[in-house]
């Protein structure tokens, strides 16, 4: 295989490709065991957890990645999104248009924690959400090439930045400018096949307030009672449901306000994230706008872009479904394709302090993987003439 060459230099939604030669040897075959006797999915996904990338840092992950897939036969590109923050685009050969693409995020939510085997279990930060899924999903593509069953111009492989926080990295990746008949993105769905997710939308009230001496609380005007006073209106709104995706939710994440215990605060905020089940976020924004009116004017809420609910494929038999309250990357990627949503470990155990996964999981998931996507080539197959 001649040599691949990298060029560093990129900017914004251009890409660098590390590209393999028409004239490439035959693609590496993985084995089923690394030299040190553990299997190829599990020392991945090792390498992959042993990373630290929390949103924003995420350049050693995708670096890896990178490296991995070009050992392993793959043309491989980069997208630059922000400084030091790349999307990694993998193909076959020099084909980089293809009939199905296999995605998943490499950022994790905050703080870190380091990987450890327990027994049948890996524990650590990005085990279950999303890395599960980005190992599984690389070694079933490779089992797929081994076994003959895809060739070049089937399957590509994207891994993105910042689904944890903004999204920014599957937005830049529809730069890109190419299309799919199927995209099949990684996320901890229990090894189901997700019929559809809540859609969201965050914003952040403000409260504004008249700092003074503590001692004299009738000259000043407290930011934090008026904020808390806000969050008990916006707890007792009645907020719109489905039979399908269930009750709209809102959770408070994070407040702020004050700066000492004997200076009546002057200002104070909070942000939320609304799990929309039903309706528009036009109609969420409005509702929370009136009550947080109807506290107080010197309330202010800011939001930030929303989604509705979306549908997802499940037309592949031998799948369970379900439908998941968390948000995806789903409604970031541009196109006329078939969406699916599957991948190992629970959402419930993601974004903790004992963030887990099984390792059969992480194997059932491999078998999972593959026949998405090769359901999906059957089905789009042209037929031949006998």
Known sequence: MRAATFVAATCAGVLCASAIGHNQAPLHKPSSV???????????????????????????????????????????????????????????????????????????????????????????????????????QIIAVEALIKDDKIAEGDVGLLFVVGEEDSGIGMQTANKLELSWEAVIFGEPT???????????????????????????????????DLLVNGLAALQQLRLPSSREFGETTLNVGRIEGGVAANVIPEDASATAMVRIAAGTPARIMGLIQRAVAEVSYDLSVEFKAGR??????????????????????????????????YGPGTILLAHSDHEHIKIKDLEDAVEGYKALITKNLERSAKPTNV
């Open 34 to 136: 690394e030299a040190n006797g553990t299997s190829p999915l599990l020392a991945l996904h090792k390498n992959l957890v042993e990373i630290t990338s929390t949103s924003g840092s995420e350049r050693n992950a995708s670096d890896f990645l990178k490296a991995y897939l070009q050992r392993h036969g793959f043309t491989v590109e980069t997208q630059d999104v922000e400084a030091n923050r790349q999307n990694v685009y993998a193909y076959l050969g020099s084909s980089r248009s293809t009939r199905v693409l296999v995605t998943s995020h490499i950022d994790t939510v905050p703080p870190y924690w380091p990987y450890e085997r327990k027994g049948d279990e890996i524990w650590g930060r990005g085990s279950v959400d999303a890395k599960g899924s980005v190992a599984s």
């Open 190 to 224: 229990e090894l189901k096949l997700a019929s559809g997710h809540k859609g969201g939308i965050g914003f952040t009230i403000r409260a504004k307030g008249k700092a003074g001496h503590s001692g004299y609380p009738d000259e000043g005007r407290n930011a934090i």
């Open 308 to 341: 509705s609910p979306i549908a997802i494929d499940t037309d592949i038999d031998g799948f369970e479904t379900i439908v998941v309250s968390y948000g995806t990357d789903i409604g970031n990627l541009q196109g006329d394709h078939k969406r699916y949503l």
